[in-house]
């Protein structure tokens, strides 16, 4: 079921809610187990044999959870087992995600024929097995304190992460399942997990699905042999950039907002991450509970930098590039990764260059031209993030740099003259801006445009609503800062904004008529 | 807090409902209120870029007795009014652009009601071409059974709705009659340009359908689909099943049309695609144990299909068959029905124009001498035409100039 449908929207949401406060009067953990229920209900929807899976998988790691924190604490015997219980995780998720992958390229390096199968991926399965290999971990470390089985199966399943994140701590769920004012009625959280939800679902519909037209084309392009030309090229990663943030972020904001609406609050996921002014700055914004969990369960584990230089960026490398695996079974994500690793290690390096030459954080200009070359970095970035080949996103990046040429509108070639034949053997045609595509490259410029303004200038949700605490993290005093744009949007419950928000939200409904799946899905 | 939802529910709904409340009112694809309200042969006020909508979420709907499915030839030329079709609830289903596929779901739906008797299938050679893009506007959604409460709740309404307000009502050419046939084009629209109008449409032929970019080629099978051969096959399995009475026929285009086909390479494919027509419907004749749907051939050199292009500039002359080389005009459209349904032709005006062999029933028995006969009168035309075969090897050049095809398919 997705988060941008009618059933979801008019007919599961209202029920599921309905009902949970319903049985909260009554016994919280009857409360908790329908949640669960419906959320496996939901997971269902797509695909019930799936439902299975998830639930075997629940059940297998709690008893290995509950095994090594009650019987075998940290002995020989619990690392032994939390090594198997993690390897028979992983295992699955290898099975249904890299086998292909790994098939593909075993017979291509050893030039064997072996068969390759039609693997359906389980939705969300690198997401439930992140969040409990987390928990085995810190039943290994002794840092987990509670072991309720109700509420350990609501955190795995529960449905507003369940599909695409963010990926859950049980130390930040499970405690909140656990409160008994989590099952009461709260209108200023449901007041306020409406509007986030709303505003979630308007960044989806109205500018992410928006951004589709656009990139989709360009790559498919390039995927088949195509070789975009300049605007073309920079169209296309561009829409892609924007696209894939507003997808993402959108789902992050209405996870939270219907979180809210059940009195759960959960992390944040997005801070403005194309704000950043640096690479490391970019990571503590963007997917932020995947960073955490990178760094927490595979970085620190690997040793972080506590044994050098040297195996600190070693680190941080095969970090990088196992999150990029993680993302997609193709060697343009490890690429994507591998890149992001070694911008970290330039960004660690001159960092700690800077620190060398007692150089300070830089004033206007710097930080603009440090915000410039983060954000460049990351769109090149998102070309193999994007790419379906390392030839279809050499295409785009060739295309980027100009060498492919440059193709104006009919119009300036014939107000040019002669000198339009001069550029034409300077490699510039005048077949349009986005020959190949066919897409409408002034709309595409003005969304663009638009698109930057938002994700440069408008505060995020999190910082709209900061005052009323709608995230984890604001749960425990941490703010995120806003200027006085964010003073004069902040949300606040009059009838103004129920006006601007109703009228946003029967907008967004009225654009759900092609439904379009959130990019996040396949990860 | 409480009033804050209160008020968010009173002004989304009222919202939702002002817009829909609008939407139904304006009607922009006449699938509401509207199509009751119009006299037959009266034109639906719909936006020409909204006929899949109109075609598909209502007539296709509305139980036909018979349809017409094919692209813009059909869309155009083929009249639901035709006494073969019998009258009130025949319905034109033809789309600018419908590959093979469509047409196959449209004929699902149409028979889904279970009235349907008769489909009249026009078939053209680059609605099989499996890499020819789906038109921007066909939607699947479109299929959906829940879509015209779907629509009614839409923003892509309400923002055609807006559109709507200031369109003209009726224009030559316009989607619809209530029948789902266009609003007929004037007599003396292309008088005076027909060549150039022949010329920018065998260009857009060759730029986007026969060859469309990136591929630059024609294939059967697609990237992702199975062959579109098996969309035909599907529609003629399907119409067995229902005891629909199939009606296929490859257009009338002009001469210079298979001029076209064959300056892009792909004689010996459109040659075959007919053999692939004959030996599916004689396979799924045998799976169901009948006849085979009758097939016929209007695509044959003759009289009407090499009709004269008057010169550029020409006030006088008025093409009697097309307005450009491969649309041809109701009036043929008319003797195509008349032939098929075995009728005497409906216009006596005309009878004496139409030559004997203007179409030609396809069978495994005719095939051969079918394809001979196109192929001498291929020959001939190229030899009594020059100036047509050159204008049209020019047309082509051009287009593989501008056209931008990927690497791999140079």
Same mark, same amino acid.
């Given at each position: 079921m997705l988060f941008n449908s009618y059933i979801f929207i008019f007919a599961f949401l209202p029920v599921a809610l309905l009902v949970f406060y319903r049985l909260g009067k009554v016994s919280r953990?009857?409360?908790?187990?329908?949640?669960?229920?419906?959320?496996?209900?939901?997971?269902?929807?797509?695909?019930?044999?799936?439902v299975g899976l998830l639930l075997a998988s629940v059940v297998f790691n709690y008893a290995t959870g509950y095994l090594i924190g009650h019987r075998l604490q940290r002995g020989r015997a619990a690392g032994v087992l939390l090594a198997g219980a993690i390897g028979?995780?992983?295992?699955?998720?290898?099975?249904?995600?890299?086998?292909?992958?790994?098939?593909? #390229?075993?017979?291509?390096?050893?030039?064997? #024929?072996?068969?390759?199968?039609?693997?359906?991926?389980?939705?969300?399965?690198?997401?439930?097995?992140?969040?409990?290999?987390?928990?085995?971990?810190?039943?290994?470390?002794?840092?987990?304190?509670?072991?309720?089985?109700?509420?350990?199966?609501?955190?795995?399943?529960?449905?507003?992460?369940?599909?695409?994140?963010?990926?859950?701590?049980?130390?930040?769920?499970?405690?909140?399942?656990?409160?008994?004012?989590?099952?009461?009625? #709260?209108?200023?959280n449901i007041a306020l997990g409406v509007s986030i939800f709303v505003l979630g679902l308007a960044k989806k519909v109205l500018l992410a699905d928006s951004f589709a037209e656009f990139s989709s084309p360009?790559?498919?392009?390039?995927?088949?042999?195509?070789?975009?030309?300049?605007?073309?090229?920079?169209?296309?990663?561009?829409?892609?950039?924007?696209?894939?943030y507003f997808d993402f972020s959108a789902y992050s904001d209405m996870a939270i907002g219907l979180s809210l609406m059940f009195n759960v609050r959960l992390p944040m996921n997005f801070n403005s991450p194309y704000q950043a002014t640096s690479i490391i700055e970019f990571w503590r914004c963007w997917h932020m509970t995947l960073s955490a969990f990178l760094r927490d369960y595979l970085y620190i584990a690997l040793g972080g930098n506590r044994k050098g230089t040297v195996r600190r960026y070693a680190n941080l490398m095969a970090t990088m590039l196992l999150g990029g695996l993680w993302h997609g079974a193709g060697w343009t994500f490890v690429m994507w990764g591998g890149l992001h690793g070694v911008y970290l290690l330039v960004n660690h390096a001159w960092r700690g260059f800077k620190g060398r030459m007692g150089w300070g954080a830089g004033g206007f200009m710097a930080r603009l031209l440090a915000g410039g070359l983060t954000f460049l970095s990351v769109v090149v970035a998102w070309v193999?993030?994007?790419?379906?080949?390392?030839?279809?996103?050499?295409?785009?990046?060739?295309?980027?740099?100009?060498?492919?040429?440059?193709?104006?509108?009919?119009?300036?070639?014939?107000?040019?003259?002669?000198?339009?034949?001069?550029?034409?053997?300077? #490699?510039?045609?005048?077949?349009?801006l986005v020959p190949l595509s066919g897409v409408n490259p002034d709309k595409a410029l003005i969304l663009i445009i638009l698109g930057l303004m938002v994700v440069w200038l408008l505060p995020n949700i999190a910082q709209m609503t900061q005052r009323y605490r709608p995230t984890w993290e604001s749960l425990q005093g941490e703010g995120v800062e806003g200027g006085w744009l964010t003073r004069l949007l902040a949300w606040r419950p009059n009838a103004l904004y129920a006006l601007l928000l109703g009228v946003l939200f029967a907008w967004s409904v009225f654009s759900l008529t092609q439904i379009s799946e959130f990019l996040y899905f396949q990860f | 807090m409480r009033k804050f939802l209160i008020y968010f529910i009173i002004f989304s709904s009222a919202t939702a409902l002002g817009l829909a409340a609008i939407n139904w009112k304006v009607d922009p694809y006449a699938i509401?209120?509207?199509?009751?309200?119009?006299?037959?042969?009266?034109?639906?006020?719909?936006?020409?870029? !909204?006929?899949?909508?109109?075609?598909?979420?209502?007539?296709?709907?509305? !139980?036909?007795?018979?349809?017409?499915? /094919?692209?813009?030839?059909?869309?155009?030329?083929?009249?639901? @009014?035709?006494?073969?079709? /019998?009258?009130?609830?025949a319905a034109n289903l033809a789309t600018f652009g419908q590959p093979i596929a469509e047409s196959r779901q449209l004929l699902a739906l149409a028979a889904s009601g279970g009235g349907l008797k008769t489909a009249v299938v026009g078939l053209d050679f680059f609605a099989f071409n499996a890499l020819f893009p789906y038109p921007s506007d066909f939607d699947t959604e479109n299929f959906a059974e829940s879509r015209p409460l779907q629509l009614a709740f839409?923003?892509?309404?309400?923002? @055609?709705?807006?559109?709507?307000?200031?369109?003209?009502?009726?224009a030559a050419g316009d989607c619809c009659l209530s029948n789902g046939a266009r609003y007929p084009n004037r007599p003396d629209q292309f008088v005076g340009h027909y060549r150039s109008h022949f010329m920018s449409s065998e260009r857009m032929y060759l730029l986007e359908k026969y060859l469309p970019s990136p591929g630059c080629a024609f294939s059967f099978a697609g990237r992702k689909h199975a062959s579109t051969l098996d969309e035909l096959r599907a529609m003629m399995a399907l119409a067995?099943?229902?005891?629909?009475?199939?009606?296929?026929?490859?257009?009338?285009?002009?001469?210079?049309?298979?001029?076209?086909?064959?300056?892009?390479?792909?004689?010996?494919?459109?040659?075959?695609?007919?053999?692939?027509?004959?030996?599916?419907?004689?396979?799924?004749?045998?799976?169901?144990?009948? !006849?085979?749907?009758?097939?016929?051939?209007?695509?044959?050199?003759?009289? &009407?299909?090499?009709?004269?292009?008057?010169?550029?500039?020409?006030?006088?002359?008025?093409?009697?068959?097309?307005?450009?080389?491969?649309?041809?005009?109701?009036?043929?459209?008319?003797?195509?029905?008349?032939?098929?349904?075995?009728?005497?032709?409906?216009?006596?005006?005309?009878?004496?124009? &139409?030559?004997?062999?203007?179409?030609?029933?396809?069978?495994?028995?005719?095939?051969?001498?079918?394809?001979?006969?196109?192929?001498?009168?291929?020959?001939?035309?190229?030899?009594?035409?020059?100036?047509?075969?050159?204008? &049209?090897? /020019?047309?082509?050049?051009e287009a593989a100039h501008r056209k931008y095809c990927a690497a791999s398919a140079r």
């Open positions: 953990r009857l409360a908790a187990l329908w949640l669960a229920a419906a959320s496996l209900f939901f997971y269902g929807w797509w695909d019930a044999r799936f028979v995780d992983l295992a699955l998720l290898g099975y249904f995600k890299y086998a292909n992958f790994f098939v593909a #390229n075993f017979n291509a390096v050893f030039g064997f #024929n072996l068969p390759i199968g039609e693997f359906f991926l389980p939705l969300g399965i690198s997401f439930f097995t992140f969040t409990q290999i987390a928990f085995l971990v810190d039943t290994w470390r002794g840092k987990v304190r509670e072991y309720d089985f109700t509420h350990y199966l609501l955190f795995v399943t529960y449905f507003p992460h369940l599909i695409a994140g963010p990926v859950l701590h049980h130390a930040q769920m499970m405690p909140q399942f656990a409160r008994p004012a989590t099952y009461h009625v #709260n209108w200023e360009v790559f498919d392009i390039a995927r088949d042999g195509g070789q975009p030309m300049f605007f073309e090229a920079w169209i296309g990663a561009l829409s892609y950039t924007l696209q894939l193999f993030f994007r790419a379906e080949s390392f030839s279809a996103a050499i295409a785009v990046l060739s295309g980027m740099s100009g060498a492919r040429g440059i193709s104006l509108s009919d119009s300036v070639g014939t107000h040019l003259g002669a000198f339009a034949l001069k550029l034409e053997q300077q #490699n510039v045609v005048f077949s349009g | 509401f209120q509207t199509r009751g309200g119009l006299a037959k042969g009266e034109v639906s006020p719909l936006l020409t870029l !909204n006929e899949r909508v109109f075609k598909t979420v209502l007539l296709a709907r509305e !139980n036909p007795a018979a349809i017409i499915l /094919g692209t813009s030839r059909a869309d155009i030329g083929m009249d639901p @009014d035709h006494p073969a079709l /019998g009258g009130k609830r839409s923003v892509t309404t309400s923002l @055609d709705s807006w559109k709507y307000r200031k369109r003209a009502r009726r067995h099943a229902k005891n629909i009475a199939l009606k296929l026929f490859v257009s009338p285009s002009h001469a210079r049309q298979w001029e076209v086909v064959a300056s892009a390479g792909l004689w010996a494919q459109w040659q075959q695609w007919k053999r692939e027509l004959v030996r599916i419907n004689g396979e799924e004749a045998a799976r169901a144990g009948r !006849n085979p749907f009758p097939l016929w051939d209007f695509s044959g050199y003759n009289a &009407i299909t090499t009709e004269a292009v008057p010169r550029e500039g020409d006030l006088q002359t008025r093409m009697r068959w097309y307005s450009d080389s491969s649309h041809y005009v109701p009036a043929l459209g008319r003797v195509i029905l008349d032939k098929m349904f075995a009728q005497p032709v409906s216009a006596s005006n005309i009878a004496s124009s &139409i030559p004997d062999d203007f179409g030609v029933l396809l069978t495994p028995a005719t095939l051969d001498t079918q394809l001979a006969a196109i192929r001498r009168g291929h020959d001939e035309y190229r030899a009594t035409h020059p100036a047509d075969v050159a204008e &049209i090897a /020019g047309v082509a050049a």
